[in-house]
Each structure stands twice: as C-alpha cells, then as structure tokens.
C-alpha cells in the first residue's frame, strides 16, 4: 500500500500559535485529503488537495483557519493557525491509491495548552 | 444524507468468538465501503472493502457483508483474538462524493482472553 509520511508525529503547542503538518507519499496522486480526528472521536474531513489548484474545503472549515499547499504530486501540508485548545486532536492525511484504497498517514497528535 | 451510523459504540468478544459490527448509509451513491482498524496513536489502517456489486467479501478472519437494498453493511471478525482489540470504522465514498469518505462513529472492540 502507498507510504504516507506525515511530520511532526506530535507536539504541544500554545495558544495562538500556528503548527504546519507535512505529508509525503511515496508516489504521485492526484488528490490528497486531510482529516481531524478530535479525541475518542471519528473522522471528519476537513479539505481536499489537489495540485495547481486551491484545496476545496468542507463545511465547517475556512482556508483561513486551516491553510494548505499542494505543491506537487507527493507533498501537501496542513497549517493550523491561531491554535486554541479546541485544536487539539489528531490530523491526518489520506491518499486515493488504484488497488489499495484510501490509506491514512500515522497521524500528527496536536496538543493546544 | 451523508451520514453513515455505526453500531454497537463498544463490543466485548471472548477469544475465538464472532465480532460484527454493523453500519447503515443513507446516500444511495455511495459505491465504496472500507472498513478500517485503529490502535491507540495510530492512523487508521485500511482492512478491508467493497463495492455495491457484491453482497459479500472475504480477507482472512474478516468478511463484510453488504446488503444494498437495506443501505447497510457489516463486518464480521471470525475467530477473534486479543490482538484484534482496536477501534473499528466503518466509511462509506465515492460516487459524487469521490475521494471523501464519510466515517461511522466508530466502535471500541474488546477480546478477552
């Protein structure tokens, strides 16, 4: 199944700050997603990422609050601006692979204090 | 119409017991249906899934059965082990909804011993 590397793994950040989550796949596709998982909950998608073009969002998210590029057909990054402690939970990103499914990355554990 | 309700919330299986989790989806385009295990402070990993053509489909322990004219499909954990002990989603995508998927609320699957 597709590689998807996403870093940091997890950090503690404070109040009002930002945190840039990164997401590597082993091979190029098309679309990447981006998922919150808040704690002892299910997932919510939060954007699609295409390259060349802006992220569609879903309801409930604003690209000012969770900002992402799409740079090229491996690599896409999530910011989570002007963190609050409503933030905390678990992101992720997924890819579409023909054969394998959507596969998720390992997850970035944000902690907002 | 986008949602997918998952059920029992938490199961308790003796070792080498039957596990089956149900789900039930409400938008009739859905045409994928992935099932996926989670650890603790792991990314969801891909089981197994399938397509609206057939009723039911097999990987090892894990079958899902799917009845489309009831909107509904199941996972069923034969033999379960300890090792099996996760949280299990259900999701269903694809169709004008390609590339999102729509999780259930996820169910907590305890095997003792």
């Known amino acids: 199944s597709a590689v998807i590397s996403q870093k940091p793994s997890r950090d503690i950040c404070q109040r009002g700050t930002s945190l840039t989550i990164q997401c590597q796949v082993d091979s190029q596709v098309t679309m990447m997603f981006w998922y919150r998982q808040q704690p002892g909950q299910s997932l919510t998608l939060i954007a699609t990422?295409?390259?060349?073009?802006?992220?569609?969002?879903e309801s409930g998210f604003v690209i000012d609050k969770f900002p992402i590029s799409r740079p090229n057909l491996t690599f896409s990054t999530l910011t989570v601006s002007n963190m609050s402690p409503e933030d905390s939970s678990i992101y992720l990103c997924s890819v579409d692979r023909v054969h394998y499914g959507y596969t998720f990355g390992s997850g970035t554990r944000l902690t907002v204090v | 119409q986008q949602q997918v309700k998952q059920s029992p919330q938490s199961l308790i299986v003796q070792k080498g017991g039957i596990s089956i989790i149900n789900c039930a989806y409400e938008?009739?385009?859905?045409?994928?249906f992935p099932w996926y295990q989670q650890f603790p402070g792991k990314g969801p990993a891909l089981l197994i899934a399938?397509?609206?053509?057939?009723s039911e489909k097999k990987e090892g322990r894990f079958t899902i059965s799917f009845n489309k004219s009831a909107k509904q499909f199941s996972l069923h954990i034969m033999d379960s082990q300890p090792g099996d002990s996760a949280t299990y989603f259900c999701a269903a995508g694809g169709g004008t909804s390609y590339g999102k998927l729509t999780f259930g609320q996820g169910t907590i699957l305890t095997v003792h011993p």
């Open positions: 990422a295409n390259q060349g073009s802006e992220a569609t969002y």
């Open positions: 399938i397509r609206p053509d057939v």
């Open positions: 938008n009739t385009a859905f045409d994928y």
